[in-house]
């Protein structure tokens, strides 16, 4: 008997893990409650198009990128050109909350204060919360590669992620340099960008060479196109 008590309480207990990522009933993808829009959050996507994007040192959101069933989604008629999809907008001092999931092994990432200029990519401007199947990506043999990391530079805890063909619900908190990142509720980054210790890790990462990588206090977000299937939908920011 305690023995089945036990196995109810696990299922229970992981029933209640999941459901945590179904959207409440009543509650609509893609739109602002009443709470949330007393709070200041603002929608960076529709659900309908990628109006407000544009795809990184281009006027528009193509090639790269289409929307599917309320989700932005990586489009693969672009003859496979990188194509980073980049927020018209900048920010500086924000929480930014979306829902993601990946394809098999699939990787992608989510970079902020990234400034566009033809000298650099995005990915050597801003960090990125990593996005990735961490089972069979083939990205993934380092600790600080699995998805929620701060890629090359912080593990995420890899029991925090949701694996491919599901939604996780991330997010990430800047405020004048103190950086969080939660995966699915858990807390799965916390440092601080700019000071010392900042530049000592960055100085033993593939970023070393990267003069203007995590210097900018202030820039656009961006969703990688890394050539696999990804989906984002859900996505809200607030600035502080």
Not at 38 to 59: E, M, R, T
Not at 78 to 90: C, F, I, K, Q, W
Not at 180 to 193: A, I
Request: glycine share 8%.
């Amino acid at each position: 008997m305690k023995e089945k008590r036990c196995k109810t309480s696990l299922y229970l207990a992981l029933a209640a893990c999941c459901l945590s990522w179904i959207p409440v009933k009543g509650q609509t993808l893609n739109a602002l409650t009443p709470e949330q829009q007393s709070q200041g959050w603002q929608l960076l996507f529709n659900g309908k198009d990628l109006q407000g994007w544009h795809v990184y040192l281009k006027p528009d959101a193509k090639p790269g990128w289409s929307v599917d069933n309320g989700a932005i989604k990586t489009d693969f008629s672009n003859g496979g050109e990188r194509a980073d999809l980049v927020t018209d907008g900048e920010y500086e001092n924000y929480e930014l909350s979306l829902d993601w999931k990946i394809a098999k092994g699939g990787n992608s990432g989510i970079i902020f204060n990234v400034h566009e200029d033809p000298k650099y990519g995005a990915a050597f401007t801003g960090p990125e919360m990593q996005v990735l199947d961490n089972i069979n990506a083939e990205d993934n043999k380092k600790a600080n590669h699995l998805a929620g990391s701060l890629y090359d530079l912080i593990a995420a805890n890899p029991k925090a992620v949701h694996p491919a063909e599901e939604w996780n619900h991330v997010r990430i908190r800047l405020d004048q340099g103190h950086l969080q990142f939660w995966m699915n509720d858990q807390l799965v980054v916390d440092t601080h960008l700019w000071n010392e210790a900042w530049k000592k890790l960055v100085a033993g990462s593939k970023f070393r060479d990267s003069p203007a990588f995590g210097t900018f206090h202030k820039g656009h977000i961006v969703l990688q196109y890394h050539g696999g299937e990804v989906r984002y939908r859900n996505i809200k920011l607030r600035e502080l």
